[in-house]
């Protein structure tokens, strides 16, 4: 066997083997109606002792 042909067997067999992975991916999800959500963030922690930020500054006169 040639080298061009064995490299032609072994480029045609990554590309057969990507092509697959990406097929068995997308047979392997789940519809969007079936997702379960794993994690819920907790809500932000309401404070209403924190202090309001400072008015900004007038512009200086030139």
């Known amino acids: 066997m040639s080298v061009g042909?064995?490299?032609g067997w072994t480029l045609g067999g990554?590309?057969?083997?990507?092509?697959a992975g990406f097929a068995g991916e997308l047979f392997r999800r789940q519809p969007a109606a079936k997702v379960q959500q794993?994690?819920?963030?907790?809500q932000a922690a309401v404070t209403p002792d924190a202090r309001k930020p400072a008015p900004a500054p007038a512009p200086a006169a030139r």
């Open 5 to 7: 042909k064995a490299a």
């Open 14 to 19: 990554l590309l057969l083997g990507v092509l």
């Open 38 to 42: 794993r994690y819920v963030a907790p």
